[in-house]
């Protein structure tokens, strides 16, 4: 005999069968919505084999782009180019040497010379003093006189340009018997002639002391150069 639970439990297992085999139906497809292809034959082939890819070559390293060239600029045509700036020009300023006045100073000179020449040998050459009266010592102005003709060159008469010629130079000797002040007095006209009175003088720089007598500083003297 069934029991009272195995009794309901069959009716339910039998229920649900049911449902599930009417839910298998109903999913089912229709047989007219399948068809199939009927198939010939069937060849087998080899494995088809597949060439690789060819590798894509590696990019090659970029050359460094060539420096653009200096543009060389254009030379400036013949006519165009400039011309060149000529030298500043020296100016020149022509010194005209001051026309000394004329004056007896040359006859005197040689007036003195001539008295000297009665009593010593023939010299060209004269001393006189800008002060004889502060200045008596006539053997110190024949000493300034030996020795100034001794070292005097005198130049040629072609060289003067003349045959006669006469130069007076003054200057001045200061206590110790150094010369200073160096001039040309009067001007014998020949550039040559003035020169070597001027040398003379320099070359007899210096003397001897003045006379311990004579109690100024210095004093001033004149030469007289003669060419005859």
């Known amino acids: 005999m069934l029991r009272p639970n195995n009794r309901i439990l069959l009716p339910v297992i039998l229920a649900h069968l049911a449902i599930l085999l009417l839910l298998v139906l109903i999913a089912a497809p229709s047989r007219d919505k399948f068809y199939s292809s009927p198939v010939t ?36 045509e013949p006519d165009q180019a400039e011309e ?26 040689r007036e003195r010379l001539e008295r000297v020449e009665t009593s010593a040998p023939r010299r060209p050459a004269a001393v006189s003093s800008s002060r004889d ?21 005198r130049p040629p008469r072609a060289a003067v340009g003349k045959d006669q010629a006469t130069a007076v130079v003054a200057f001045r000797v200061f206590r110790d018997g150094h010369i200073e002040n160096i001039r040309l007095q009067e001007s014998s006209g020949s550039q040559v002639m003035d020169d070597s009175a001027l040398q003379a003088v320099r070359m007899a720089d210096p003397l001897d002391a003045l006379p311990p007598e004579f109690r100024g500083p210095h004093h001033e003297f004149l030469i007289l150069f003669e060419l005859k």
Do not use: G, T
């Open 41 to 76: 034959a069937v060849e087998l082939v080899a494995a088809v084999e597949v060439a690789p890819e060819p590798e894509a070559p590696e990019p090659a390293a970029e050359e460094p782009e060539p420096l653009p060239e200096p543009i060389a600029e254009p030379e400036p």
């Open 84 to 109: 060149p700036k000529p030298p500043p020009r020296k100016i020149v300023k022509q010194v005209i040497p001051p026309r000394i006045p004329p004056s007896d100073l040359k006859q005197r000179l």
């Open 133 to 153: 009266n502060q200045f008596p010592y006539s053997w110190y102005k024949n000493y300034v006189q030996s020795k100034m003709y001794n070292l005097w060159k």
